[in-house]
């Protein structure tokens, strides 16, 4: 297996790191990787996990509901009923940043096409990326969409796009730096770029350790912090607007972390540990087990 071996921060580009810790993939294989972190800026990453060509083996099973759309379980059920409640908060934040009730909507990792259908639906000219073939059969047969594969994001041109949405998507993306450039080139110079990602500072994650099932390696490359996502705008030309916290995560986030620790009711007991996490994340957003990030570029 050709593995991707970073020997350079993507954040400041040193070289000097440091093992955090181990995780182990639950979802498919059983194996483990490495957390390491930049001891220059502290960015932390998984090392060594399988290059672009050759992860998919890691996304092909039943249980990675981003692409199979399962309801089956508990917890998956749960993950439905929190994204229709989040469909209708992602439009109104977008509506709020935007000052647009339509416009062009660029979905990158759209999964199985719930999120640009409900944009579709409320008027807006809505283009779609996504790199499982499964998922975007998926789309085209609940949904009419038509969804690209992610070759077709270097062909955009200039100032293309009213708003670019990458929800729980960057952390997936092999080649980081060179995806930060495309977005600010197809943004149009008064749009929005809206990127939710898993927050390694959340309460949950701290609580998990290296249980924390937002982890997710080897699927999860990168672990943004509020700072590290803050930073890779400034260094890509954008502003960070805005930062919202995404309390739901840490409901699904912390039974999945019980059920990976074999815990007896994981449902349960990871109610409780999301409970506590949506109260912290109240008085400290920040510590939310995930963050909307809002940019505009400078």
Same mark, same amino acid.
């Given at each position: 297996?050709?593995?991707?071996?970073?020997?350079?921060?993507?954040?400041?580009?040193?070289?000097?790191?440091?093992?955090?810790?181990?995780?182990?993939?639950?979802?498919?294989?059983?194996?483990?990787?490495?957390?390491?972190?930049?001891?220059?800026?502290?960015?932390?990453?998984?090392?060594?996990?399988?290059?672009?060509?050759?992860?998919?083996?890691?996304?092909?099973?039943?249980?990675?509901?981003?692409?199979?759309?399962?309801?089956?379980?508990?917890?998956?059920?749960?993950?439905?009923?929190?994204?229709?409640?989040?469909?209708?908060?992602?439009?109104?934040?977008?509506?709020?940043?935007?000052?647009?009730?339509?416009?062009?909507?660029?979905?990158?990792?759209?999964?199985?096409?719930?999120?640009?259908?409900?944009?579709?639906?409320? /008027?807006?000219?809505?283009?779609?990326?996504?790199?499982?073939?499964?998922?975007?059969?998926?789309?085209?047969?609940?949904?009419?969409?038509?969804?690209?594969?992610?070759?077709?994001?270097?062909?955009?041109?200039?100032?293309?796009?009213?708003?670019?949405?990458?929800?729980?998507?960057?952390?997936?993306?092999?080649?980081?730096?060179?995806?930060?450039?495309?977005?600010?080139?197809?943004?149009?110079?008064?749009?929005?770029?809206?990127?939710?990602?898993?927050?390694?500072?959340?309460?949950?994650?701290?609580?998990?350790?290296?249980?924390?099932?937002?982890?997710?390696?080897?699927?999860?490359?990168?672990?943004?912090?509020?700072?590290?996502?803050?930073?890779?705008?400034?260094?890509?030309?954008?502003?960070?607007?805005?930062?919202?916290?995404?309390?739901?995560?840490?409901?699904?986030?912390?039974?999945?972390?019980?059920?990976?620790?074999?815990?007896?009711?994981?449902?349960?007991? /990871?109610?409780?540990?999301?409970?506590?996490?949506?109260?912290?994340?109240?008085?400290?957003?920040?510590?939310?087990?995930?963050?909307?990030?809002?940019?505009?570029?400078?």
């Amino acid at each position: 297996m050709n593995t991707l071996k970073i020997d350079k921060c993507p954040l400041c580009g040193e070289s000097h790191f440091e093992e955090v810790m181990t995780c182990t993939d639950h979802y498919a294989s059983g194996e483990s990787f490495a957390i390491c972190r930049c001891q220059h800026c502290g960015f932390q990453f998984t090392q060594a996990a399988p290059v672009e060509a050759e992860i998919g083996r890691y996304y092909e099973t039943p249980d990675y509901i981003s692409h199979s759309d399962t309801h089956k379980g508990l917890m998956n059920r749960v993950y439905h009923w929190v994204r229709h409640f989040m469909l209708s908060r992602k439009a109104r934040l977008i509506k709020h940043h935007s000052g647009l009730s339509r416009g062009y909507l660029l979905d990158i990792g759209t999964g199985t096409g719930y999120f640009p259908h409900f944009m579709q639906e409320k /008027g807006w000219r809505v283009s779609a990326i996504e790199k499982s073939l499964q998922a975007r059969q998926f789309a085209k047969e609940h949904f009419s969409l038509d969804v690209d594969s992610p070759d077709i994001l270097d062909s955009y041109a200039d100032n293309s796009f009213d708003v670019i949405t990458l929800w729980h998507v960057m952390e997936h993306l092999e080649h980081l730096n060179e995806t930060w450039e495309t977005l600010n080139r197809i943004l149009k110079d008064r749009g929005i770029l809206v990127i939710a990602v898993p927050n390694p500072t959340s309460f949950d994650a701290e609580k998990y350790k290296e249980m924390w099932a937002a982890y997710d390696v080897p699927r999860h490359l990168w672990h943004f912090t509020p700072s590290a996502m803050q930073q890779f705008g400034a260094k890509h030309n954008f502003i960070l607007c805005e930062r919202h916290p995404m309390p739901f995560d840490a409901f699904y986030v912390s039974m999945l972390s019980e059920k990976y620790r074999k815990s007896a009711f994981p449902f349960i007991k /990871g109610l409780i540990a999301g409970t506590e996490a949506w109260i912290v994340s109240l008085a400290k957003k920040d510590r939310s087990s995930s963050m909307i990030y809002v940019f505009r570029k400078k």
